[in-house]
């Protein structure tokens, strides 16, 4: 990968991909982590859905939000990554393999919108989903909005404000919170500030933080909500390879020091990532992480 893809003004030893995340369309950023192996989205697709058929049916607890479409909220949305693969007949192989055809090189980040608008319509799978996005990156959400991946979208950053009155009237609808890819992003501010605007509707919450992210703060927040926050033991899901020694330094030391073991994960050239599920007590209690999560670990 040539410098230009990959910048690495070192943010705490990791690279940064910050240049693409808030460009007029997606092919940079795919073009730069396809050979990085980056796939953290395909590891939310399964579960996210998962969790959202759980939600839908009568859990034994009262029918919860059968009778109307789910919303997620997806934080750090970028263009549209996870919406594209909760609401499409799509995996993540079929996004790199679109953002890099040379076919698409000549269309402008207007046309491709415009064409992906289209891609995406023909592959809609799920019509009872609704798919809210969050990110700094106020381009990237406006691509998502224009390709029809989002239903609503919102370019702010709740580390340093509270929500827009639009994302406040919005978070009261939402089921999910999803974050993949961003948590190292966000402090406990973030999921404070959401959790306040969803108004005692107590959401889901579904990362998956790095191994190297201390998650205790943002489940100490979530808990202020009534929100038991559960680690599916067992389990980790590789994010991407290091781009640099450095980088692999930077992780292997971030996981000793939080008292993991690097061996067959960190040590063997990726950055992995750990699942968190945060729940209502009762949901919680009624079926805990690993007996909910079995029939997908099989
Ligand atoms: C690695 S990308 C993850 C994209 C996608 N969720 C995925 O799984 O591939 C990280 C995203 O977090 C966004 N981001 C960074 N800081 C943020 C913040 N404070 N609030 C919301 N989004 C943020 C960036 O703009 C970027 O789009």
Redesign the pocket.
Known sequence: MGDDAVQQHVHEGKAS?DHL??LPDPRPLFRALAPLGYR??HHGQPLFSFLLAEQRRDNGHGPLTVHRPLTVLD????YG??AALLKHDLTLKDLYERYSTEELDGLSAEELAEADRAFFAERRSSAGLRVIG????GS?IGYALRAGLLDGGFGE???HDEPSPELTGALRAVDLITV???VG??SAR?FDRLLAATRGRSPWVATFPLRTVDYAPIAEALARYGLVTEHWAGRTFPQRAFVSAQERRFAVRGVRERGLDPAGKEADGEFHADFYLSRPADDAAALPIDRLLASLDA
């Not at 934080?75 to 970028?78: D, K």
């Not at 969050?134 to 990156?137: E, M, Y």
């Open positions: 991909f995340y808030d953290i989205p934080v750090c949305c970028s990554i996870n969050l990110d700094t990156a990237a950053n709740l580390e993949s890819g961003g992003y966000l973030t």
